[in-house]
Every structure is written in structure tokens, then in C-alpha cells.
């Protein structure tokens, strides 16, 4: 079969694991990009990621229906959240330490309670087919994605209206970029950042389940691969815009299957080299864009990475 296409095959291979790939990165980078606009950073979303995997695939498996393992997964996620966010509310803790402990503990806490899901089989969730016009067997199976995909692409548009059009997303920027002004505004600093980490807990909390139950779809302990880390480096690069977090994490998906791509047409030479050029791309990227008068381009000014 990729030998009809030809060359094709590969740009076909690459559009195929673009749309799955970059899920969980636009998931978890849009969650993270609401909860640093708060002046709050969570380095603890890759074991929240890894905890939401186990909880989504634990409860599609006990209750026969994925969506709940999504939900349980999102509410699992919320519950780190708010763990981080409650830690990090108490005077002289700092946001970078606490979300370091609690990657580890929320990896930790996954593989504990997730050994009994390694062998079981769950319910996956249910792909959505964009490629019926096509006559092309192989770009109709790159064109099925999964439901959590489009709607992470409304909810960028979502948040990109808010934190420009909407009365919420002021007091959000304010609390991120002073909060003497918001607290001069009347508006609450700490139960706005509460909300923002939680909800970034959420997101990642669905991303993870989306690992488990669509891509790859299973449950082991090696699922993530540091994906929840890198998406927190995505927010960086994409300068606090949800449109931008949106493309970065296609582009870092596109990336990342251009080495089975190139195996599935038969190049083999330089196999782990293709495996890293999502970093690659990544590094080559941040320098060709960086200069010391944008470094802090768009930067919430309250974010410990700028004071």
C-alpha cells in the first residue's frame, strides 16, 4: 500500500500522527497556559498526566463506558491541582519545588494503583472518520481522530476569546502580571490562582486519559515519556497564546511521527535520530526565534521565572 503512494506516504504518515500525537500536548499546554496567565507555574503536570492515564483507563474499565474514565481522569486531575495550588497558597513555598514533588508523587502514586490495570482490556474511546471524501484508504485512516482532538481545538478558541474579550480573563491577566494592582482592584489573588491551577490540572488530567484509552491506548507505566513536561516548554515557546500553543503542539506531534513515517516506507538508517527531532525541531526553533529584547515576550510578570 505505501508502495502505490510513493513519496506520499510519508507526508500522509507524518498528517496521521500529527492529529494523534499532539493531543496530549495541546491539552496539557492549554492548562498550563491558563494557570501561569495566573503568575502560578506547575511543574507537576507530567505526574499528573501519568496519574490521569491510570484513573481514565481504571474507570472505562470498571464502569464499560470511556467517557466516565475521562471524567474520573479530569476530576483526578483537578484533585492535583488543587493540591498544588493549596501548597503553594502557604508563604515561602516555592511553585517550582512543589511541582517537582508532585510529579513524583502523582507517578508514583500511578504505577502503585495501576498495576492491577496492566493486563485488563478497557473500552477505547471512539474515533471520528474526516477522511470519507477520500478514495485513499491510507489518508482515510489518517484523517480518523479522536473527539478530545477537536474539542481541545475549540477550547484554545475558547480561552483566546476569553482572555481578550471577557471580564474573567482580566482579572486573570491582572492577577498574572501584578498582583498589588489586582489586590488594589479588590479581586482575589489566591482563590483566582486556586482556579487557574486547578483547571490546568484538569486539562492534564484529560490528557492523560486520552494516552490510555485512544493513543497509543493501553495502560503501562512507561506511557508518557516526559509529554507533560515538554507541554509546559510549549507554553514558553508559544508566548502565553492559546492559538500559538495550539500550533506548537501539532507541530511537536508532526515531528514526532516523522520517524515511524519514514520506517513505514522503508528508511531504517539513523532510526533514533527521526525518534528525536521533536527535540530537534524544538531546540532549532527556540533559537532561530529568540533575542534578548523578546525573551519575556508575553511573560505573566507575577511568574517566578521572571522575578
Not at 226 to 246: D, E, H, S
Request: proline share 6%; with cysteine; glycine share 14%.
Amino acid at each position: 500500500m505505501n508502495e502505490d503512494l510513493g513519496l506520499w506516504a510519508v507526508p500522509i504518515a507524518v498528517l496521521g500522527g500529527m492529529l494523534r500525537v499532539s493531543t496530549p500536548f495541546l491539552f496539557v499546554s492549554l492548562g498550563e497556559c491558563v494557570t501561569e496567565k495566573s503568575g502560578r507555574i506547575n511543574l507537576g503536570l507530567e505526574g499528573t498526566l501519568v496519574f490521569g492515564a491510570m484513573a481514565g483507563y481504571g474507570g472505562s474499565y470498571l464502569t464499560g463506558n470511556p467517557w466516565a474514565g475521562v471524567l474520573l481522569a479530569g476530576l483526578a486531575g483537578t484533585l492535583f491541582g488543587l493540591l498544588h495550588a493549596a501548597l503553594c497558597s502557604l508563604p515561602r513555598v516555592n511553585d517550582i519545588a512543589v511541582g517537582i514533588a508532585l510529579m513524583i508523587l502523582g507517578s508514583g502514586l500511578a504505577f502503585f494503583f495501576g498495576k492491577p490495570l496492566i493486563q485488563p482490556a478497557a473500552p477505547m474511546l471512539p474515533s471520528l472518520s474526516l477522511g470519507g471524501w477520500s478514495d485513499v484508504p491510507q489518508l482515510r485512516s489518517a484523517l480518523e481522530v479522536s473527539p478530545l482532538l477537536l474539542i481541545g481545538i475549540a477550547v484554545a478558541f475558547v480561552l483566546l476569546f476569553v482572555f481578550k474579550r471577557t471580564r474573567i480573563g482580566l482579572i486573570l491577566r491582572m492577577v498574572g502580571d501584578s498582583a498589588d494592582a489586582a489586590r488594589a482592584m479588590g479581586y482575589p489573588i489566591i482563590p483566582v490562582r486556586v482556579a487557574a491551577t486547578a483547571f490546568g490540572g484538569f486539562m492534564a488530567g484529560i490528557a492523560g486519559a486520552y494516552l490510555s484509552l485512544y493513543y497509543p491506548g493501553s495502560w503501562n507505566e512507561n506511557i508518557s515519556s516526559g509529554q507533560g513536561l515538554i507541554a509546559v516548554a510549549l507554553v514558553i515557546f508559544a508566548r502565553w497564546n492559546p492559538l500559538a500553543c495550539l500550533g506548537a503542539a501539532l507541530i511537536f506531534g508532526g515531528a514526532g511521527a516523522l520517524g515511524p513515517a519514514l520506517q513505514s516506507v522503508g528508511v531504517t538508517s539513523g532510526y533514533y535520530l527521526f525518534y528525536a527531532a521533536p527535540y530537534i525541531l524544538t531546540l532549532a526553533i527556540l533559537f532561530a526565534t529568540s533575542s534578548p529584547r523578546r525573551a519575556l515576550e508575553g511573560a505573566p510578570r507575577e511568574l517566578s521565572i521572571t522575578k
